[in-house]
C-alpha cells in the first residue's frame, strides 16, 4: 500500500485546508485510515481515525467540533477538513492505513498556521 498526502500549505488563524491522502495498491485489505500530526519537538499524535466503511469516526479533544475525517472508497482517498485553524494545529500531518497486523505512512504534508 502507497500513501500520498497533498493540500498542506500556509493559511492564517481561522482559516481552513482540506488534505487528502490517496492510497494506491492493495487498497482492498485498508481497514482502519487515520490522520496524524507531529509538530516541531513534539511525538506523533493521533488526530482523527476513520472506520473502514466510514462510519465510525475518532477525533483527538484538540481537534474536536473542527475537524472532519472522511474516506471515499471508490476513490481509494481520505480527507480531512480542517476548519477554524490555530497556531497550534501547525505540523506535519501524515495519513496512516492499517492493513491486517501492519501500518502504513505517507511521507507527510506540511500544514502551518500564522497567527
Known amino acids: 500500500v502507497q500513501l500520498v498526502e497533498s493540500g498542506g500549505g500556509l493559511v492564517q488563524a481561522g482559516g481552513s485546508l482540506r488534505l487528502s491522502c490517496a492510497a494506491s495498491?492493495?487498497?482492498?485489505?485498508?481497514?482502519?485510515m487515520g490522520w496524524y500530526r507531529q509538530a516541531p519537538g513534539k511525538q506523533r499524535e493521533q488526530v482523527a481515525l476513520i472506520s473502514s466503511g466510514g462510519g465510525s469516526t475518532n477525533y483527538a479533544d484538540s481537534v474536536k467540533g473542527r475537524f472532519t475525517i472522511s474516506r471515499d472508497n471508490a476513490k481509494n482517498t481520505m480527507y480531512l477538513q480542517m476548519n477554524s485553524l490555530k497556531p497550534e494545529d501547525t505540523a506535519v500531518y501524515y495519513c496512516n492505513a492499517g492493513v491486517t497486523s501492519m501500518d502504513y505512512w505517507g511521507k507527510g504534508t506540511l500544514v502551518t498556521v500564522s497567527s
Open positions: 495498491g492493495n487498497t482492498f485489505s485498508i481497514n482502519v
